[in-house]
């Protein structure tokens, strides 16, 4: 059994959701769209009688490039300050068949096959329970490195789709 302790707040967590965006599909294709945009609204104007008609989709895809993360960031960082759980301990206990995660107000179960996916870093393990949700388990969270590998051993064990970043 190895259990993880963290206090849940904003700094703890932006790391995972760093994580989380970086290897979402989603957000992979931002930039592409934003180039798109600027490329679209660039040819708009070239080519127009009146140069400014490509201003908006220049703007949009400027917007969209530079303008992305940090409203994403603030959003995720004005959303954990609001939780209930903010500021107070996480404990998550693994064992070879379940998953337990517990704090102030809250206890959860759920066995490893519930698990849609996992992402790990050296930083610590991302634990999808779908697509888009998921539990951030920093590596300071741990007692000791070897904690996280005995994780990272259930995972292989009970057959979870697991990607390495």
């Given amino acids: 059994m190895v259990t993880a302790r963290y206090t849940w707040n904003i700094d703890t967590l932006r790391t995972g ?20 945009f600027v490329a679209w609204g660039t ?25 992305s993360r940090p409203l994403a960031l603030w959003q995720f960082s004005r959303a954990v300050r609001r939780s209930p ?22 206890h959860a179960t759920f066995t490893w096959k519930k698990l849609y996916s996992a992402t790990i870093t050296n930083e610590g393990i991302l634990l999808y329970t779908n697509k888009n949700l998921f539990h951030w388990v920093p590596l300071a969270a741990f007692a000791s490195p070897s904690d996280m590998e005995t994780v990272r051993g259930y995972l292989q064990q009970n057959d979870v789709r697991t990607q390495n970043a």
């Fill in 17 to 36: 959701f760093v994580l989380h965006r970086k290897t979402h599909g989603a957000t992979k294709l931002i930039p592409l769209v934003a180039v798109a």
């Fill in 85 to 106: 759980s903010y500021g107070f301990e996480m404990t998550y206990t693994f064992d070879p068949k379940q998953i337990v995660n517990s704090g102030e107000g809250h």
């Fill in 43 to 67: 040819y708009s104007a070239i080519t127009s009688d009146h140069w400014v008609s490509g201003l908006p989709l220049v703007f949009v895809g400027l917007l969209l490039l530079f303008g």
